[in-house]
């Protein structure tokens, strides 16, 4: 059941989200009409119609109001570089080391990392944690407990711009030119312009990599 729980989750969620849209949309349909057809009969349509549009913008407004706080109550991100950081060779040894590793996405969340140690080599089906290894890799998200190591070096004493810009994902689906009629120069190309590829960056078998 544990590998289905986010799509009980997920379903549950959609189910509760709908039922409570419908209910807002009748109480706001039943309140207009009995705004409209009230005591008063010279209420103007227009009028109506400039309360439903008022009330829909200011809906609106506060929306983006809500999540603007939302952003500035985020945690910050870990240090961009630090004095410490591995020299320019790291990780030479192309050597990655998950130790007891514990990852939960919210504190009042259950582990969905829990205690895994293993060298790099990661096979699993859908929901087995494949992306929650890569995002506790990469720190987008906070490890709750282990550590991982890079050549001896463990992830969190490194700089994030160091770690991300040492470290690559070769995804399964090939997404930048799926049908294989580019070159390599302007594949490099559309990725220095998009700032993904320095505009000094390497060239022959490493960028054909």
């Known amino acids: 059941m544990t590998c289905y729980g986010e799509s009980v989750m997920n379903i549950t969620i959609q189910q509760w989200l709908s039922i409570r849209l419908d209910l807002l949309g009748k109480a706001l349909v039943l309140g207009i009409g009995l705004f409209a057809s009230g005591p008063s009969k010279t209420v103007d349509p227009s009028k109506v119609a400039q309360v439903v549009q008022f009330f829909a913008t200011n809906e609106q407004n506060f929306n983006a109001v809500e999540r603007m706080l939302y952003y500035t109550e985020l945690p910050c991100e870990g240090d961009y570089t630090k004095e410490d950081d591995p020299p320019a060779s790291w990780p030479g040894e192309r050597k990655v080391e998950f130790n007891i590793l514990e990852l939960r996405y919210r504190a009042v969340l259950p582990l969905v990392l829990k205690q895994v140690s293993f060298s790099i080599g990661i096979v699993g089906h859908t929901g087995a ?26 992830a969190r004493n490194v700089g994030l711009k160091t770690l991300r810009s040492r470290l690559a994902l070769v995804p399964q689906d090939d997404v930048l030119d799926p049908e294989g009629t580019r070159t390599d120069a302007e594949l490099i190309s559309a990725l220095q312009r998009t700032y993904f590829w320095p505009k000094d960056g390497e060239h022959g078998t490493a960028a054909e990599a």
């Open 129 to 154: 944690g494949k992306s929650s290894l890569m995002q506790a890799l990469f720190r987008t998200a906070n490890i709750s407990g282990g550590f991982i190591e890079a050549d001896g070096i463990d």
